[in-house]
């Protein structure tokens, strides 16, 4: 499954006039229900956020690929939440 986000930016360019700018991004997210990555077992977080990101069908790749906000939006996490599970992630790859 691939999710697609559209964010907004506004800006005020030379001139002093209000502008607004857009970009897209995507999370894949794999398509399979019983497919899990067990990796996710070892980040240090608790059991509930990881029954969460199972469900979502996200792994330890798309995860580290995408950034917090937008993986926190999916979810329905806060940010700072994500931020710790992006950090957790982050320490598996590093290994």
Known sequence: MIIKIKTYNNYKDSNSQLSESSSSSSINIEDTVNKKDERLELEEISKGLIEILHNAGFTVESIFEN?????????????????????????????
């Open 67 to 95: 950034e917090p906000s937008p993986i926190a939006e999916i979810l329905g996490i806060e940010t700072y939440v994500e931020e710790i599970i992006y950090k957790e992630t982050k320490k598996l790859l590093v290994i």
